[in-house]
């Protein structure tokens, strides 16, 4: 196991470990600790929300999810040598829950998974489903189960959800230019189409006084992916995953956190996967102007880990790019996408599930989304695959009709 320079105290909040790490973007935000190229660490981070989120069978914690202060990272690490056009080579070595059964943080032998409320963030279904609703899940291994969501367990493929660079200066002035603009289009949305920089709840390592007040002012929310690689939530960030980023900064400045136990592809409830905080075993090197050598500016390309489960049978589910009340749209791949979610929870609803519970399956689960086509106008096709192995009942179609499972005390939803 490789050093721990980046250790966290689970009894402590963020803001008081021994390293304080950040929970916005800015290239001021001064790099906690110092590495070289070819050097292996381990570093610890914890849950997005740091410990907001309780075991137990209540959403009011989801209802009232405080978003200001997110993501919680571990970094920023600068790479001793890294230049603005470098690409930083990121190899995860390893990535796992924090190793202790007990304890009350997500990580220690559990996580969770959230439908935001419409009013608190939303998500990517969020017209038909605009309340708060939380699923804890159970590690034992590498499986994950839920007294939730009965008659499911998976295998977990664990991943952080976020991990980047520090953007440049001029790099987040176009961040802040395309970002505003789009949320000027429609500024009193709910949810809202981008979030801009917020000051309150900001973290910016050891920035003190008029340095921190300027930074928390300008610094870019953690939300979205972008140039740096950040949020992306891609599910196959797994141990054994190369990943390349673009180098903004001197030192690279690169962060990370938002663990995953599991997740499907799209990471659709938003607070979607099942989040836990955990450890990275990463080890970094440096490709000497490979920015412009391969072509690799906007955005972090990757060699996906090869840990997946092993699933060889699947439903599958397609939608395509029509609204539910039918209005046809051209080509919309996310609406695609959603009607193919939301044929897949209308199955699953008719063994039983409630369509929330349907809904956290294909959150957290490790299911499949695809753009299957999208040049046949006027429709693209997405599709969703499920793998039928996750399930202890049998899930396929059959003259027999839909066997009907107990769907037990079902998904928890908060109060009012
Ligand atoms: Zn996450």
Known sequence: MPETIYPLDSTKKFTDQQIVGHNRWHPDIPAQVHVKPGDSFRVDCREWFDGAIVNDDSADDIRDAPLNTVHVLSGPFAIEGAEPGDLLIVDILD???????TGPLAGQGWGYTGIFAKQNGGGFLTEQFPDAYKVIWDFKGQRATSRHVPHVEFTGIVHPGLMGTAPSHELLQRWHK?????????????????????PSDAVLATLTGDDFDRVAAEA????????????????????????FYPVFVPGAN???????????DGEITFCGAIEMGGYLDLHVDLIKGGMETYGIGENAMFMPGNVDPQYSEWIAFSG???????KQHYLDSHLSYQRACLHAIDYLSKFGYSPEQAYMILGAAPIEGRLSGVVDIPNSCSTV??????????????????????????VPKSSF
Do not use: C, W
Not at 221 to 242: L, V
Not at 320 to 326: E, G, I, P, Y
Not at 385 to 410: E, L, N, R
């Open 385 to 410: 695959y499920i793998p039928t192995a996750i399930f202890d009942f049998d899930v396929k179609p059959s003259a027999k009709g839909p066997q009907q499972i107990d769907p037990g005390m079902g």
């Open 95 to 101: 990535v796992g829950a924090i190793p202790q059964e």
């Open 254 to 264: 690169l962060s990370m956190g938002d663990l995953h136990f599991s997740q499907g």
């Open 178 to 198: 395309r970002e505003g603009d789009l949320i000027a289009t429609d500024p009193d949305r709910v949810p809202p189409l981008a979030l801009p920089p917020e």
């Open 320 to 326: 395509t790019s029509v609204t539910l009340d039918d």
């Open 220 to 243: 870019a929310r953690t939300a979205p992916p972008r140039e740096n690689g950040g949020n992306q939530d891609i599910k196959n960030f797994t141990k054994g995953s190369r990943v």
